[in-house]
């Protein structure tokens, strides 16, 4: 349309009650529209809507409840992050990566010691910021291996990973995603496959493993790829003889039991 159409319209819309223009703003959820209301002698407007897309970006992650705008500020200023780090949703997944991995440049933390530093990383805001910046939940570790944040979070030994995995889930995050093939071991397990296949630390780790398990079950991860991906490439073991097998501790078997039926329902849910 031309400047003149463009104009009327914008005339036209204008005159709309500032309740109803929040209110199509926030269904909306996108800031082009207060964009396209950026004429001076429409700044009630302008104001209105820039108010409903701030309410929708509050409610897009359930218990983070920040705007773009107010993530974007801390990101920067608490935490230091510049361009390269922002430049993009993927960038910005990228650093997610980094910090469930406890890496920094080059240097990544320990195994045994992410789950620490993880938690100091949860409780700060950084990653929730991220989230709320738009980084991009579904990012997939440049080694080859493919791990995705959910892939990352199952062996992870800190007591805030549920927390989190429900709002990289709410974010968007994909419960099924596979790993690439470059590790005959990882290659093709979904998250809930992958679960299983490192050893736990001890016994808390373990039943943090078997509750994540649950999780994603629980979320809608599809349990009969993870079970054919238990399978594939060679393997012999299905879901439930994995859970058998690596359970040790006589304290958890409530919880590898709940999680086998969980596995077995789902299954016969979905042969039927």
Request: proline share 3%.
């Amino acid at each position: 349309r031309g400047p003149r159409e463009r104009s009327l319209s914008h005339a036209l819309i204008s005159r709309l009650p500032t309740a109803l223009l929040r209110e199509i703003a926030e269904t909306l959820g996108h800031s082009s529209i207060v964009v396209a209301f950026s004429a001076r002698d429409h700044a009630s407007a302008r104001q209105a809507l820039r108010d409903g897309v701030d309410e929708s970006e509050r409610k897009r992650i359930p218990g983070i409840a920040m705007t773009i705008r107010a993530a974007e500020r801390r990101l920067r200023g608490e935490f230091g992050l510049d361009d390269a780090c922002l430049e993009s949703r993927d960038a910005a997944g990228d650093h997610l990566l980094e910090v469930i991995q406890g890496r920094t440049g080059d240097t990544i933390v320990p195994y045994q010691e992410r789950g620490e530093a993880f938690d100091h990383t949860f409780t700060s805001g950084l990653f929730s910021c991220l989230l709320a910046f738009g980084a991009n939940p579904n990012r997939i570790t440049d080694d080859g291996i493919d791990f995705s944040p959910m892939h990352l979070f199952t062996q992870l030994r800190s007591s805030y990973k549920i927390n989190a995995a429900r709002q990289l889930v709410a974010a968007g995050a994909d419960l099924d995603f596979l790993c690439g093939p470059k590790d005959e071991y990882c290659a093709g397990r979904t998250p809930l496959a992958f679960a299983f296949f490192c050893m736990p630390f001890d016994a808390v780790h373990e039943r943090m493993i078997l509750t994540f398990a649950s999780f994603l079950i629980e979320n809608g991860a599809d349990v009969d790829q993870a079970n054919r991906s238990c399978m594939g490439y060679g393997r012999q073991r299905s879901l439930r003889e994995h859970i058998e097998r690596r359970v040790y501790h006589g304290s958890n078997l409530d919880a590898a039991q709940r999680l086998a039926q969980q596995i077995a329902d789902a299954l016969w849910l979905w042969s039927g």
